[in-house]
């Protein structure tokens, strides 16, 4: 038997957290998917994931629940029950919350700004850490780590929206409407907050939904809810469930509706107000009496 597999079955422990996936499909459109951490060791893990994942691809794994964040390798993808059973090693595993970052290898950086949607430092980081491990780099040059490197940056890279066969737009985003686009969006979000909002005040036992319910109840792409509840996340709108892999509203996020609600009620209120006829001005009877004598 393998050495490396031995090791991961004497070393796993067997946990229950919920785990965000995030890789690049064939075409290079960036994907999302929550499953279910089974057991896990210092090596690797098993994941419960409702999509499957092509064997010797890569992912980056985000388990807030046990603070890891790592670039993962697919090792094996079978059904199982009702789910998919993946096998995953970890390439590189960061803390995603350091206490100490000088304990960890400095590109470990690189992995936690992407995984926060930080685009900008993300490609700041890359730059460096290219000029740092790159091939350029004939002092300090390293191939596998920068192999690691370059990987977890394709992933965790967003496509620039200008560019028409990265961000899958039918014309490039100065065309697109910006008010509209972003109107459509902001009304996506609400829609999305709108049912856990429904969901908490009916059962507030039991106030999650899961990524699959929300895309049937919405009827919006998976991609797109992978990337409005990613953005809620962020915002402290939503939390992801630490016993299942769904989601519920947060304060912040009730706050945000209602916020929105009152912005679309003023408008309505304004347009009654307008449309109401003047009331005429009426002399006080004191000051008519006067005037009549």
């Not at 067997?14 to 995030?22: K, L, V």
């Not at 709108?194 to 998976?222: F, I, P, Q, V």
């Not at 003047?278 to 009549?292: D, G, L, S």
């Amino acid at each position: 038997m393998n050495a490396g597999i031995e090791r991961r079955r004497s070393t796993r422990a067997y946990i229950d957290a919920a785990a965000e996936m995030i890789w690049k499909d064939e075409a290079g459109n960036q994907q999302y998917e929550n499953g279910r951490i089974i057991d896990c060791s210092t090596t690797g893990a098993s994941i419960a994931s409702p999509q499957a994942l092509p064997a010797s691809s890569h992912m980056v794994m985000r388990a807030t629940g046990i603070g890891i964040l790592a670039l993962s390798l697919v090792r094996s993808c079978s059904w199982y029950r009702t789910q998919y059973r993946l096998g995953i090693e970890f390439l590189e595993k960061a803390v995603l919350k350091p206490t100490d970052t000088t304990a960890e290898p400095e590109y470990h950086e690189l992995l936690r700004a992407g995984a926060a949607g930080e685009g900008r430092r993300l490609d700041q980081l890359y730059g460096q850490f290219e000029a740092r491990y790159g091939p350029g780099s004939k002092e300090s040059g390293h191939a596998e780590i920068f192999k690691r490197i370059k990987e977890a940056y394709r992933i965790l890279k967003i496509p620039n929206p200008y560019q028409q066969a990265e961000s899958g737009l039918s014309k490039p985003i100065v065309g697109f409407g910006w008010p509209e686009g972003l109107r459509e969006l902001k009304d996506k979000r609400l829609a999305v907050l709108g049912l856990l909002y429904k969901k908490r005040m009916s059962d507030h036992k039991n106030a999650s939904l899961s990524a699959r319910e929300l895309e049937s109840l919405t009827g919006l792409r998976d991609d797109e809810i992978g990337f409005i509840v990613w953005y809620l996340r962020e915002k402290g709108a939503i939390a992801l469930n630490d016993y299942s892999s769904d989601y519920a509203i947060c304060a912040p996020g009730v706050d945000i509706l209602e916020a929105a609600q009152a912005e679309m009620e003023e408008p309505a209120a304004a347009g009654q107000n307008l449309g109401a006829e003047p009331v005429a001005a009426t002399e006080h009877p004191r000051k008519k009496n006067r005037a009549a004598r």
